[in-house]
């Protein structure tokens, strides 16, 4: 089973920048895709993007294109979100999560979770 954990959450003004940790353990990730969702309030959670552990291809909703970065680092078997001219639609409880590629296509090991929040 894959561990995860996110940070790097909190409040920031609109058109303002975070950057989200998600640090992996547990396994060797050569053949996992890592992803973060995000879930608002009332709403569905919905998927935000998604990087090949193999060779960092990269996968985006619409929405954040252009304004969200996901990246990995092997050393630390970290993947990160980097988030800029972030909007208050981005507002959610945003979670990173796990796939064997191997196995399937579900996403079967989830973190905790880590509060965005964006004023107006």
């Known amino acids: 089973q894959v561990q995860l954990v996110e940070s790097g959450g909190g409040l920031v003004q609109a058109g303002g920048s975070l950057r989200l940790s998600c640090a992996a353990s547990g396994r060797t990730f050569s053949n996992y895709v890592i992803a973060w969702f995000r879930q608002a309030p009332g709403k569905e959670r919905e998927f935000v993007a998604q990087i090949r552990w193999s060779d960092a291809s990269t996968v985006y909703v619409a929405s954040v294109k252009g304004r969200f970065t996901i990246s990995r680092d092997n050393a630390k078997s970290t993947v990160y979100l980097q988030m800029n001219s972030l909007k208050p639609e981005d507002t959610a409880v945003y979670f990173c999560?796990?796939?064997?590629?191997?196995?399937?296509?579900?996403?079967?090991?989830w973190g905790q979770g880590t509060q965005v929040t964006v004023s107006s």
């Open positions: 999560a796990a796939k064997n590629l191997r196995i399937g296509a579900t996403y079967d090991s």
